[in-house]
């Protein structure tokens, strides 16, 4: 089942895939147990899935939101998240044109409209109402996200189905929203 593949990666992890153009979104999420201390526990339970995920979808195409600045600790693991996800790419077979980061300033202005600012004080604030904003646009496209891992999943997919079918995009699609622009990166 070819197509793409879209990762939020965290200890909890979000995914979201769409085998061609007309075909609905599948997706999901997996918490990686006790793995809080021990980083190449981590990174080895997280390799064993994503390599299974890989090998029962044969995705074409695999994206995940790049890794942004917290704490030292979380930082860590999430660059080394990000090189994992690139290197199980390799050994997959893909291209490095098939796969990468996209970050949440790419995004999240196509799936939650050009003009949303998150409008709460304080950082965890702002968090919780991006989470809420990426379930809702979910739920408006039918979709029924079971955390905002799976939310913003599903929002880097709608991202790279633009970018990758732009005659889907532009024939909307039932995975693409109202704020389609042809020319945004």
């Not at 089942?1 to 995914?15: H, R, V």
């Not at 190449?40 to 995920?53: D, E, K, S, T, V």
């Not at 109402?129 to 739920?139: G, N, P, S, Y």
Request: net charge neutral.
């Amino acid at each position: 089942m070819p197509g793409l593949l879209t990762l939020d990666i965290a200890s909890m992890t979000g995914w979201a895939h769409k085998a061609r153009p007309d075909a609905p979104p599948t997706y999901g999420s997996v918490q990686f147990e006790g793995t809080s201390k021990n980083m190449g526990r981590f990174l080895w339970y997280f390799r064993r899935w994503q390599m299974a995920i890989m090998a029962r979808l044969d995705p074409d195409q695999v994206w995940y939101e790049s890794p942004f600045v917290g704490n030292p600790a979380a930082v860590a693991k999430m660059y080394a998240l990000a090189g994992q996800v690139e290197l199980n790419c390799i050994d997959h077979g893909l291209s490095r044109d098939h796969y990468g980061s996209v970050t949440a300033n790419q995004w999240r202005p196509r799936f939650l409209g050009p003009n949303f600012v998150a409008k709460a004080k304080g950082r965890a604030a702002r968090r919780e109402e991006l989470k809420f904003a990426v379930i809702a646009q979910c739920e408006a496209f039918g979709w029924s996200p079971q955390d905002d891992n799976q939310g913003d999943a599903l929002g880097i997919l709608d991202y790279r189905v633009a970018k990758t079918w732009p005659t889907a995009a532009v024939a909307g699609a039932p995975l693409l929203g109202a704020w389609h622009d042809e020319n945004q990166n």
